[in-house]
Nanobody, 115 residues
C-alpha cells in the first residue's frame, strides 16, 4: 500500500516564505515523478512543481522563479520551498507520486497567504 503524506501547511503573510514536505512510501516500483499540485476554491487542480528521479523539474507558470522543488531519491521525499508568497497562492496543496503504473495522491494540506 503506497502512502503519500504531506506536511507543512499553514498561514503565511504575503511576501513570506514557507516549506512543504512530502514523502511517498510503500511502492514496490520506483517513484519516477513526485511533486505538488494545488487547488484553490472553485478552481481546477493545477501543477505547481514536480521533479523526476533524474532531477528534471517542471514548474507551473505562476510559480516560476519563486518556488523551488528538491528531492531525496533515497527517501522518496520532496520539499517545496515557496518564496515571495502571494494571496493567490492560497490553495490546498496536494502531493502526487507516480511509479509509471499508478498515480498516488496525498490528502492535501492547506496553505493560506494573508495580504
Amino acid at each position: 500500500q503506497v502512502q503519500v503524506v504531506e506536511s507543512g501547511g499553514g498561514l503565511v503573510q504575503a511576501g513570506g516564505s514557507h516549506v512543504l514536505s512530502c514523502s511517498a512510501s510503500g511502492s514496490i516500483f520506483p517513484i519516477t515523478e513526485i511533486g505538488w499540485y494545488r487547488q484553490a476554491p472553485g478552481g481546477q487542480r493545477e501543477l505547481v512543481a514536480e521533479i523526476t528521479n533524474g532531477g528534471s523539474t517542471n514548474y507551473g507558470d505562476s510559480v516560476k522563479g519563486r518556488f523551488t522543488i528538491s528531492r531525496d531519491n533515497a527517501k522518496n521525499t520532496v520539499n517545496l520551498q515557496m518564496n515571495d508568497l502571494r494571496p493567490e497562492d492560497t490553495a490546498v496543496y496536494f502531493c502526487r507520486a507516480y511509479n509509471r503504473r499508478v498515480i498516488f495522491w496525498g490528502q492535501g494540506t492547506q496553505v493560506t497567504v494573508s495580504s
